[in-house]
């Protein structure tokens, strides 16, 4: 008995298997004790193994997402949100415009919540097994001007296309030179109809020729994210503005 183990806890090291090593002796005890088959025993532990790799997916792609993950829908105030951008909202946690490539603009005043709603929205998504990059448009647009310079912008757009969806979080906020109006237009050429686009702006469509400086690239970049997308207005009260005016009025 002490060989057998030892050789299937070998062959199970093998296969990459550590849930099934770690586990299948006490499976096999509780299978014994309520007279399971083998086949409801072997059951048993593939839905163990599977359970463990997709807790531990799910663990890599949250760190790798650099979602904050204090944003989470548990701790979004909901009650703020208008009827139909709260039905929206809904739709959007099921994840199922992912599949189509659908982009997501979210656009209201500073401190409307449009950040925390997205990065809680992706969150959800990574939770349902997809891989999603949080990152804010004045990091990203050097990034991709770096890989410009150095010859590796298709290397980066290529590593940019694993993600089922990418969230640029303030676009327009800083105002981009020519330059990097450039390569944030190539990104989002690159992911048309090809992958999810989420980002947030306190800048409506009308003004967007201050991003992209020019009249025609304006409008094909507009042209491109809502052909296919589900826009949020949260033309709210800051939320942070609230919040100081009712902890001063507790105080």
């Known amino acids: 008995m002490i060989e057998t183990h030892n050789d299937l806890s070998q062959h199970l090291k093998e296969l990459h298997l550590p849930t099934f090593r770690g586990c299948y002796q006490g499976e096999a005890d509780l299978a014994r004790q309520e007279s399971l088959t083998h086949e409801q025993y072997l059951l048993e532990l593939a839905k163990r193994e599977c359970e463990e790799r997709a807790h531990k997916r ?150 967007w020729e201050q991003i992209f400086k020019d009249p025609m690239t304006t409008a094909a970049a507009i042209d491109r994210l809502v052909h296919h997308s589900i826009i949020l207005e949260l033309n709210l009260p800051s939320y942070r503005l609230e919040q100081s005016k009712e902890n001063k009025r507790k105080g």
Request: positive net charge.
């Open 58 to 207: 799910t663990v890599r792609y949250l760190r790798e997402s650099k979602l904050p993950l204090e944003k989470n829908i548990e701790v979004f105030n909901r009650k703020r949100l208008p009827a139909k951008v709260n039905s929206l909202v809904d739709f959007l946690l099921k994840g199922s415009f992912v599949d189509r490539s659908e982009n997501v603009l979210a656009f209201g005043n500073p401190g409307s919540g449009k950040t925390h709603l997205l990065c809680a929205i992706g969150q959800e998504l990574v939770q349902q097994g997809r891989r999603v990059l949080f990152t804010p448009c004045n990091l990203l647009v050097q990034e991709l001007l770096i890989a410009k310079r150095d010859l590796k912008l298709a290397k980066v757009l290529k590593k940019f296309s694993k993600y089922h969806a990418i969230i640029i979080d303030d676009i327009g906020y800083v105002q981009q030179s020519r330059e990097e109006m450039e390569v944030l237009f190539t990104l989002l050429a690159d992911r048309y109809e090809r992958g999810t686009v989420m980002l947030t702006s306190n800048l409506p469509f009308s003004k």
